[in-house]
């Protein structure tokens, strides 16, 4: 059970991260003294019997073995739904009623083929897990109607099948995680480059199931536009998707897997384009005098065919509380946006771009404050997440939000959904702190990323869920999308029926009956 995260928490416990005590002072200012609001202890969960049929469980013991069956109580809590708030909340507060009968282990794509006939056969629900990051309810399968529920853990599909340098492609088995995907392509020279805040406990497989976006996305991409090919297992047969770099054989049937979680089969292996190893990387920070200021850099930069590897612009809270150092924090030293840009690739072609984007930053009214705070950032890129644990700990309700939208809506969006989610929070006695950033751009629009934090309420969960259908129901509104690389889960369901249509729905739902007429893939996730 190597690399998976603490069954209450993000990660691993030996890396939590303290936030300042400047910090802290910013907190107990706005949300009063801190109280200790703990995980219970593991011990005192109680789980629900194992419902498997007896048939199923031992057909699941023929095909992969016993110790790839896992029914103890350790690997059952800790395949228990995701990372998002609520999903923590929950589990910290001893709710396990979400845990699946059993955790089995495949090695190989006809294994997974297998399990799913064997599913298939005796109605049991079946949940694909990389790394257990989803943050929108995306590992909590429906049981209604259904005898059961397993978890597929693709930990032991881990290898780097074939990788082709003069194409500059790679296939990956699904089960790999960010970091030892990464380590098998540097060992030939290559990187994927794809580095979203979960990359320490996210596998490929997620990566493609959930549309996901990583941190140098404006360098090297979305995961979705890295992905050439896939091999999916399905209850009706295998699909394998991607047999040239472009075709016009049709739809693309790609788009269909990616960003479908697990409802329309479980990816089993993913080809992807690589880059090679950057000689050179480099990350440094701007100053702008407002977010508006800033942003309108980013899309200059960005319509012109400026494109570090790493943009991203915080909004004036956030340069206040999270960027500035622990000694400027609430001083006036801290006013104005920070933007971070990094260059990432040969010395000759970062020197190149870093000199262009420069000249032109300067000219847009951006001060340059050098290297340091830039590899700050690089350097503690993955330890947000620790963060929210120790806050949910002292009492602060904390989670995220995203979205996107063209150029021209972004101040709408940006003014609406945050109002949405103050006035929310106020209404219940908690008034919050709303931070936003910028980290994905286009030329045609940019993502919108929501931090916020508030004093919890005795029932933190019916609290969330007020401010969330708030902000949601603001970037329907505002005509963006409901997220922008997060998925949909079960908790974004409401609003993607009201994002595609009603013929979208029924395009889900037809392609969601046909592949799966048992109903057993990931059930309650993603289709309206």
């Avoid at 931090?451 to 029932?459: F, G, I, P, Y």
Wanted: glycine share 10%.
């Amino acid at each position: 059970m190597a690399d998976l995260m603490h069954w209450s928490r993000w990660g691993n416990p030996a890396h939590r991260t303290e936030l300042p005590e400047s910090a802290w002072k910013l907190l107990e200012l706005a949300f009063g003294p801190p109280r200790e609001t703990p995980a219970v202890p593991f011990e005192s969960l109680t789980l629900p019997p194992s419902a498997l049929p007896p048939e199923a469980l031992s057909a699941f013991h023929e095909v992969l073995g016993d110790g790839n069956v896992l029914l103890d109580d350790a690997a059952r809590v800790q395949h228990t739904r995701g990372k998002s708030t609520p999903d923590l909340l929950k589990i910290r507060g001893g709710d396990v009623t979400d845990a699946p009968d059993a955790v089995l282990r495949p090695g190989s794509h006809s294994d997974v083929t297998k399990v799913l006939e064997i599913c298939a056969e005796h109605r049991v629900a079946v949940v694909p897990f990389g790394g257990g990051t989803s943050v929108v309810g995306g590992l909590a399968a429906r049981r209604n109607g259904l005898s059961g529920v397993v978890t597929l853990d693709m930990a032991r599909l881990d290898r780097l099948v074939s990788l082709d340098k003069l194409a500059g492609v790679a296939t990956l088995e699904a089960g790999l995680l960010g970091p030892h995907a990464e380590e098998l392509l540097a060992a030939e020279g290559f990187t994927l480059g794809h580095f979203p805040q979960s990359f320490e406990y996210a596998s490929i497989g997620g990566f493609a199931a959930t549309r996901s976006s990583g941190q140098a996305s404006s360098g090297y991409g979305r995961f979705d536009a890295m992905v050439v090919g896939l091999k999916v297992a399905t209850p009706i047969g295998t699909l394998v998707l991607g047999s040239a770099p472009s075709n016009a054989a049709g739809p693309d049937l790609r788009q269909l897997v990616l960003g479908s979680e697990g409802a329309f089969g479980v990816i089993t292996e993913v080809t992807v384009r690589i880059h090679p190893v950057p000689d050179v990387r480099i990350y440094e920070t701007w100053r702008f005098g407002s977010f508006t200021a800033g942003r309108d850099a980013m899309r200059k930069l960005t319509q012109d065919g400026l494109r570090p590897t790493v943009i991203r612009l915080s909004d004036e809270a956030e340069t206040a509380i999270n960027l500035a150092k622990p000694s400027e924090v609430g001083s006036s030293s801290t006013g104005g946006c920070l933007m971070v840009t990094g260059y990432e690739g040969t010395e000759e072609r970062v020197a190149r771009l870093r000199a262009a984007v420069t000249a032109e930053l300067t000219v847009l009214g951006g001060e340059a404050l050098g290297a340091e705070d830039g590899q700050q950032w690089a350097d503690g890129r993955f330890h947000g997440p620790y963060l929210r644990d120790v806050l949910l700990d002292r009492g602060v309700l904390v989670e995220t939000l995203e979205t996107a939208t063209f150029w021209s809506n972004v101040d709408a969006l940006y003014s609406s959904v945050k109002s949405a989610i103050e006035s929310s929070l106020s209404d219940q006695g908690t008034p919050a702190i709303v931070l936003c950033h910028i980290s994905h751009v286009y030329e045609t629009g940019a993502s919108l990323y929501f931090t916020v934090a508030a004093r919890q309420l005795d029932n933190p969960l019916a609290q969330w869920e007020k401010a969330k259908q708030a902000a949601s129901d603001a970037m329907i509104a505002s005509g963006a999308t409901i997220t922008h690389h997060h998925a949909i889960g079960r908790d974004h369901k409401p609003w993607l029926a009201q994002e595609i249509g009603p013929v979208g729905v029924d395009i889900l739902r037809a392609v969601k009956g046909r592949v799966d007429p048992a109903g057993i893939l990931n059930p309650g996730v993603l289709i309206p």
